[in-house]
C-alpha cells in the first residue's frame, strides 16, 4: 500500500491550494481516505475524510465550508480542495487510509496505512 501526497506549497491568506493523495497498491473503491494535519508544536488533527462509497464525508469544524474533499475512483486519487486558506491551516497534511467500508472518522487510530506529509504554509 502506498500513498502519495502532494501539491502543498506557500499561499497568501484568503488563498487556495488543492493537495492529491495518489495511492496503489490496495483496492481504492473499498477504503476510506483521510486527510491529517500537523503544525509545529501540535497533535496531529483530522481534517476531513471521505468514505469508500463517496456517500459519507466528515470534515473537522475549524475547516467547513472552506476545504472539500473528493475522490476519483478511476485514478485512484483523493484531493482536498483548501479554500480560504487562514495562518492557521498552515501544517504538513498527510493522507491515510484504511478499509472502513461506507464509513469514515477523522481519528487516526482508525488508519493503518499513511502518506509521506507534504507541507502547507499560508503566509504573506
Known amino acids: 500500500v502506498q500513498l502519495q501526497a502532494s501539491g502543498g506549497g506557500l499561499v497568501q491568506p484568503g488563498g487556495s491550494l488543492t493537495l492529491s493523495c495518489a495511492t496503489s497498491?490496495?483496492?481504492?473503491?473499498?477504503?476510506?481516505i483521510a486527510w491529517f494535519r500537523q503544525a509545529p508544536g501540535n497533535q496531529r488533527e483530522g481534517v476531513a475524510c471521505?468514505?469508500?462509497?463517496?456517500?459519507?464525508?466528515d470534515y473537522a469544524d475549524s475547516v467547513k465550508g472552506r476545504f472539500t474533499i473528493s475522490r476519483d475512483n478511476a485514478k485512484n486519487t483523493v484531493y482536498l480542495q483548501m479554500d480560504s486558506l487562514k495562518p492557521e491551516d498552515a501544517a504538513v497534511y498527510y493522507c491515510?487510509?484504511?478499509?472502513?467500508?461506507?464509513?469514515?472518522?477523522?481519528?487516526?487510530?482508525?488508519?493503518?496505512?499513511w502518506g509521506q506529509g507534504t507541507l502547507v504554509t499560508v503566509s504573506s
Open positions: 491515510a487510509t484504511s478499509s472502513l467500508i461506507g464509513w469514515c472518522a477523522l481519528t487516526e487510530t482508525q488508519y493503518r496505512f
Open positions: 497498491g490496495f483496492i481504492f473503491d473499498d477504503y476510506a
Open positions: 471521505i468514505a469508500s462509497s463517496a456517500g459519507r464525508l
